[in-house]
């Protein structure tokens, strides 16, 4: 079970692809078969060993606070805004 | 031990302190990134309803469009005479700054230097990206030598445009600049230590301690012409050296209080 | 309150603090110091913000700053001070917030001398800074009026969210005369600032300053705005004063300095039987043109008197369109005409008269 995961709004992301090159696990990639509204391709979330820890360093260097950052904690140090 | 329920937690939003929408910088500009790091200092310490920002014109020109707060556009190289204004008469508020190299250190040169002389109790993010960008890429004060430019094609000559102008050196031999300091945005490590900074520069003006300025490098890819990933090593391999990174002005009375 | 003996600088200035004025950012420039440092001793002591600034650019800037949180808020500067505050008056105009400028004219162009001119009214009247717009322009003739105007002034940015610019000359700002200042008003609370100014978004959504309007049909929507605004100013707040006009054959018109050395002319020439008056226009935008269209067609000839090379000449031209002959007389450089030089002129329009058409 993965412990995080990333959403990306792609309205916002300009496929500028730092979070690409900051992820410690390289979970991270542009999905060059898709354009975002304004025509960008989106950075997405490629986890299939689900190894994402939710650690937030793409968000740290994402320049459009496009990427969303969720992890699973115990209930009861659940902190921030549930999805 | 019984398998412990996990939930499932948002640990990190946009932070309230931009409105949730697009901006107009290039893809990878990391004027954005400033904006971000701004935003969850302010939410961090509570002050959103409190802080009046002043963006005058370049890249950051339509800064109000970002920041969910009070916001005030100024005339090119007039933030600090404008925030100046502001704050004199709202003492009790958090006033900063946001402004461009060339708007800081060419056309607004003597506006940054005497409200640091006065100690004026505002913040300044400075963001240092080697050029005027809005307008296109033309020269600017932090443009280096033998770096091409629209206005310096073949690469700025230091016997005709002079040399480049190191602010925050330059800034803290000001009695009244209380807090001046350099990062850059260039990596995930000094985007860490660059949010920290503005957080101190923010909690310098809430102690009413005086002039604080953050110096940011930052990148430019469209103008530079280099992809958004090349452009952050060209800050490493030619901006660091010009710009060295530091704490030029600490006052001894801000406490070295680790800021979480 | 008494009539003392006050200097005009001094008077502007400390009218303006009865005028509950909150922030006063100046910078020093003869012939208008004095209030400068009349400022600097008052405002202190009454726990208001005054700043010297680095320049007159910063200085306006300032000035756009504090207006933008919501105080009342002025500078005065003098010719070439104001030309540096240009484009911040253009900044103000766009964004719709109120301040008050006093601008003491002095001689020029250029570094020009500090005596007493009227030599930049196209440079106010008709504009100033970059863009569609004139300020409210209201030019007093003696150190009383340069108070009641100054305070005026407050009111009037405040009631159209403008710029008005008190115009007089060096001469106004130097001479010492009786005059009565008004009562002490406190300055505004800061819950009593205006609902748009910048004073945190606390329980309401942010309020931007700004002179931005990128897409030219909003930003053209944005300049007809401001002439309906202007348009709204001609028809309320035109101020003029009249001079022995009834039944007068020659009409001089003529503000400021000029209009009190005329009015001693008039006065010399109605002795000698010559029948003459004097239009003096206060408000030098919004001009007076109803009212000088209206004599044009009782008088037989008129008479401007200016010091400068003949500028708002041009506006009298405008309303009078023709009807009758409009002569010009001005003293440039910073020379104040005398009566007596007037009083020839008049003389001359005059016999000019007696010749049949």
């Not at chain 2, 006065?118 to 932090?142: D, H, L, S």
């Not at chain 3, 509950?20 to 100046?26: K, L, R």
């Not at chain 3, 105007?149 to 008005?164: G, H, Q, S």
Request: aromatic share 6%; charged share 20%.
């Amino acid at each position: 079970m993965a412990k995080g995961r990333i959403v990306v709004d792609e309205s916002l992301c300009k496929g500028c692809e730092l979070c690409t090159t900051v992820c410690p696990k390289d979970l991270i990639a542009m999905d060059k078969g898709r354009f975002t509204p304004k025509g960008y391709h989106p950075a997405e979330l490629v986890d299939p060993e689900e190894a994402c820890t939710g650690c937030a360093i793409c968000a740290l260097i994402c320049p459009e606070a496009a990427i969303s950052i969720y992890r699973w904690v115990p209930a009861a140090k659940a902190v921030g805004v549930a999805s | 031990m019984a398998e412990e329920k996990l939930v499932e937690s948002l640990i990190y939003a946009k932070p309230e302190s931009l409105y949730p929408v697009g901006t107009h910088y290039c893809p990878g500009c990391t004027h954005g990134v400033a904006h971000r790091l701004i935003a969850e200092v302010i939410d961090e310490l509570g002050v959103r309803e409190e802080t009046i920002g002043v963006a005058p014109v370049g890249c950051a020109v339509f800064a109000y469009n970002y920041f969910n707060m009070d916001f005030a556009e100024a005339a090119h190289g007039r933030a600090p005479a404008m925030a100046t204004g502001i704050k004199r008469v709202s003492p009790d508020k958090i006033v900063f700054t946001y402004q461009g190299d060339g708007d800081l250190a060419s056309i607004g040169m003597a506006e940054i230097i005497h409200a640091a002389a006065r100690g004026e109790n505002i913040t300044v993010i400075f963001i240092n990206n080697a050029n005027y960008g809005m307008t296109g890429g033309q020269m600017a004060p932090t443009t280096l030598p033998g770096q091409k430019t629209t206005s310096s094609p073949l690469g700025r000559d230091v016997e005709m445009h002079g040399f480049p102008i190191r602010v925050a050196e330059l800034l803290s031999q000001l009695d009244g600049a209380v807090y001046v300091v350099r990062r850059s945005l260039h990596s995930v490590a000094n985007i860490r230590k660059a949010k920290k900074a503005i957080r101190q520069a923010f909690e310098v003006q809430q102690q009413g301690l005086g002039f604080s300025m953050v110096e940011l490098l930052s990148s430019c890819p469209i103008n530079w012409g280099l992809p958004p990933v090349e452009a952050l090593q060209w800050i490493e391999d030619h901006m660091l050296p010009a710009y060295p990174l530091g704490d030029y002005k600490v006052h001894p009375a801000i406490a070295k209080k680790p800021t979480r | 309150m008494a009539k003392e003996l006050l200097k005009g600088n001094i008077a502007f200035a400390e009218a303006a603090i009865r005028a509950g004025c909150e922030a006063y950012f100046g910078y020093p420039i003869t012939p208008q110091t004095e209030a400068l440092e009349h400022m600097s001793k008052r405002m202190p002591e009454l726990g208001r913000v005054f700043l010297q600034a680095e320049s007159e650019v910063a200085a306006i800037n300032m000035v756009y700053g504090a207006a933008s949180a919501g105080v009342r808020v002025m500078t005065s500067s003098s010719s070439p001070g104001v030309s540096l505050m240009m484009e911040g008056l253009s900044y103000i105009v766009g964004s719709e917030v109120p301040v008050v400028l006093v601008d003491i004219m002095r001689g020029g162009p250029g570094l020009g001398n500090i005596a007493p001119s009227q030599g930049d009214y196209n440079q106010i009247v008709k504009g100033g800074g970059h863009g569609d717009y004139r300020p409210i322009v209201l030019a007093p003739a003696t150190v009383q009026e340069l108070i009641d105007l100054t305070v005026e002034a407050f009111d009037l940015a405040e009631k159209y969210r403008y710029i008005v610019v008190v115009l007089a000359d060096g001469s106004m700002g130097q001479i010492m005369e009786p005059a009565e200042l008004p009562p002490m008003k406190p300055v505004r609370k800061p819950e009593e600032r205006p609902a748009w100014a910048l004073t945190g978004a606390k329980g309401r959504d942010p309020n931007v300053i700004t002179s931005i309007y990128i897409d030219p049909a909003v930003e053209e929507e944005f300049n007809l705005k401001l002439k309906a605004k202007q348009e709204r100013i001609e028809a309320n707040e035109v101020r003029y004063k009249e001079i022995a006009l009834e039944e007068a054959e020659i009409a001089i018109v003529a503000f400021g300095t000029a209009g009190r050395v005329a009015q001693s002319a008039v006065k010399a020439a109605r002795e000698e039987g010559i029948r003459v008056g004097l239009l003096r226009p206060i408000s030098l935008y919004p001009y007076p043109y109803h009212r000088v269209r209206e004599l044009a067609s009782k008088v037989k000839a008129m008479l401007v008197v200016e010091m400068n090379g003949g500028q708002m000449v041009e506006d009298v031209r405008l309303a009078v369109e023709g009807r009758v002959p409009v002569h010009f007389y001005g003293r440039m450089g910073g020379v104040v005409p005398l009566p007596e030089e007037v009083l020839d002129e008049i003389r001359k329009v005059h016999s000019g008269l007696a010749v049949p058409a």
